[in-house]
């Protein structure tokens, strides 16, 4: 456990020890939602490194246009990483999409999910804590996707369309599908 809570450039910086250690010089970086975050830091510290980024669910950090209040304080909860009932009933409500209709999606990522202790999760939240990547997003050069769920609750479309217009290589898609698409659609 850190002494002190990590920044983004940390576990960047952290990611790119991981691969020279893996022997891997050039490698095409994704993240989803929070890591989303990290992505964008990782392809503005080592742009050599990250040949191309994808961004799924995710947003510039605290510049995001924010979901609705309520939502955002069931995901913020770390209840829903250790009451499994918990994630089932607030599932359809934080990740909007296929999580609305279909139960199985629901008790399959809530059966799925492993907690973390309170101060790992902690750690988490306080990581991004008055971060954003708006002011240096145009000096990203790597091919960009920008991928989001057109009925997203947490993060909404608009901070998808924000990133696509500030990043100059970038495309955006918009799937008709919520937060976590990703699960919900994998082909």
């Given at each position: 456990?850190?002494?002190?809570?990590?920044?983004?450039?940390?576990?960047?910086?952290?990611?790119?020890?991981?691969?020279?250690?893996?022997?891997?010089?050039?490698?095409?970086?994704?993240?989803?939602?929070?890591?989303?975050?990290?992505?964008?830091?990782?392809?503005?510290?080592?742009?050599?490194?990250?040949?191309?980024?994808?961004?799924?669910?995710?947003?510039?950090?605290?510049?995001?246009?924010?979901?609705?209040?309520?939502?955002?304080?069931?995901?913020?909860?770390?209840?829903?990483?250790?009451?499994?009932?918990?994630?089932?009933?607030?599932?359809?409500?934080?990740?909007?999409?296929?999580?609305?209709?279909?139960?199985?999606?629901?008790?399959?990522?809530?059966?799925?999910?492993?907690?973390?202790?309170?101060?790992?999760y902690m750690l988490q939240l306080l990581?991004?804590?008055?971060?954003?990547?708006?002011?240096?997003?145009?000096?990203?050069?790597?091919?960009?996707?920008?991928?989001?769920?057109?009925?997203?609750?947490?993060?909404?479309?608009?901070?998808?369309?924000?990133?696509?217009?500030?990043?100059?290589?970038?495309?955006?898609?918009?799937?008709?599908?919520?937060?976590?698409?990703?699960?919900?659609?994998?082909?």
């Amino acid at each position: 456990m850190p002494a002190l809570p990590y920044r983004p450039a940390t576990l960047a910086r952290l990611a790119k020890h991981l691969l020279d250690h893996l022997g891997h010089d050039k490698v095409d970086v994704s993240g989803v939602s929070w890591g989303g975050g990290l992505a964008q830091q990782f392809a503005k510290q080592y742009p050599r490194i990250c040949r191309k980024l994808v961004l799924v669910s995710t947003s510039s950090g605290w510049t995001m246009v924010p979901g609705k209040p309520s939502v955002l304080s069931k995901m913020g909860s770390i209840k829903r990483y250790t009451d499994k009932g918990y994630m089932r009933s607030i599932a359809a409500e934080i990740y909007g999409g296929a999580f609305r209709n279909d139960d199985t999606l629901i008790i399959a990522h809530a059966d799925g999910m492993r907690p973390s202790s309170n101060a790992g999760y902690m750690l988490q939240l306080l990581a991004m804590t008055g971060w954003t990547s708006v002011p240096w997003l145009w000096r990203l050069r790597q091919p960009t996707l920008v991928l989001s769920g057109t009925d997203d609750p947490l993060i909404p479309a608009t901070n998808a369309r924000l990133l696509a217009h500030l990043i100059p290589n970038a495309q955006l898609e918009l799937v008709d599908d919520g937060h976590l698409f990703v699960l919900s659609l994998p082909n």
